[in-house]
């Protein structure tokens, strides 16, 4: 049976770590953080405030009514924050409701204070693996999957979502650890492929966004499993991938809830920190 690798010990850590940070400047880093009024948004939100507070980073929010909410009144907020000396990094929940688009968003945010790492300018960074404000959610599989302390070089990673924030960001992230990086998506899916790449997955990351989508038996003996997926089935958080018949053969497997959520967290308030370093913060 594989270890489950403990997303809130990671985090735990981390905070330390940041927290000697925080008290070493003369000034405090602020974040401001526009959120959605949907539960998963407002949830998110308390954690990330919560966090914030106990690293001793300022904090402000402010939350729009999803239905009700502009573009112009999304785009008014980044740029009002963007012209604030006082706020050093901003971060705008996503899913953002549909009347919004979330491309327009980043690419508004101040590259410097774009804490979600979001910006095409901290995309293509990355791209050359030069980036110094990386996707949170990304550095926080790479992080678990370090944390196994297994030699990446030339392992076979597969990563099943291809999306801007989560799927690709991580592909690259693995790609630099110079894994042989295979992205799925639902097309691999319609083809008929997707099994087949998961069982060749020494390293495999989900994140889809569909309850236990990955069967365990698709799991390839002795893998890391990282679930990235957020599901509520009857009133109860599970991933993306079938946890208890997955650690059954993985070597390690990331839980939902308790894995890469905790860990997040922490990595948008590290890059508060690098984002504040950036403006010139001391
Ligand atoms: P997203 O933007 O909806 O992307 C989902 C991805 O899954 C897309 O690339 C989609 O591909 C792919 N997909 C959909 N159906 C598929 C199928 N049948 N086979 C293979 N791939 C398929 O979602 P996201 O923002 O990346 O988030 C994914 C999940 O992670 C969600 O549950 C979200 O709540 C969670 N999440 C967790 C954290 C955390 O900190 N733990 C952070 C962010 C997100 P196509 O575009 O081709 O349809």
Redesign the pocket.
């Known amino acids: 049976m594989g270890t489950v690798l403990d997303g809130k010990a990671i985090a735990a850590a981390q905070e330390q770590r940041l927290r000697a940070a925080v008290e070493a400047f003369q000034q405090r880093p602020q974040l401001a953080i526009l959120s959605f009024n949907t539960p998963?948004s407002r949830l998110?939100e308390l954690m990330q405030v919560a966090r914030a507070r106990a690293l001793g980073i300022r904090c402000r929010n402010e939350v729009l009514d999803s239905a009700q909410v502009t573009p112009d009144d999304v785009e008014r907020k980044i740029q009002a924050w963007n012209a604030d000396p006082a706020i050093h990094g901003i971060f705008v929940h996503?899913?953002m409701p549909p009347q919004i688009d979330p491309q327009r968003i980043s690419s508004l945010i101040d590259p410097r204070k774009d804490v979600e790492g979001i910006h095409p300018q901290n995309s293509a960074r990355r791209f050359f693996a030069k980036a110094r404000i990386g996707s949170?959610?990304a550095l926080?599989v790479m992080e678990l999957i370090e944390s196994t302390g297994v030699r990446l070089e030339g392992k076979e990673a597969v990563v099943?979502?291809?999306?801007?924030?989560?799927?690709?960001p991580v592909g690259m992230l693995l790609l630099d650890k110079q894994t042989t990086t295979t992205i799925?998506?639902?097309?691999?899916?319609?083809a008929g492929h997707?099994e087949s790449h998961v069982r060749r997955a020494e390293v495999l990351v989900?994140?889809?966004?569909?309850p236990r989508?990955i069967p365990g038996a698709w799991i390839r003996p002795e893998a890391i499993v990282i679930d990235?997926?957020?599901?509520v089935v009857e009133g109860k958080v599970v991933?993306?991938v079938e946890f208890e018949t997955a650690r059954d053969r993985a070597a390690y497997i990331s839980p939902?809830?308790g894995?890469?959520?905790?860990?997040?967290?922490m990595m948008v308030m590290q890059n508060t920190i690098e984002a504040f370093r950036l403006q010139g913060g001391r």
């Open positions: 998963a998110f996503q899913p949170c959610t926080a099943v979502g291809h999306s801007e924030i989560v799927g690709r799925c998506h639902v097309a691999t899916d319609r997707l989900v994140a889809v966004g569909r989508f990235v997926g957020i599901n991933g993306d939902v809830p894995g890469v959520g905790p860990v997040t967290v």
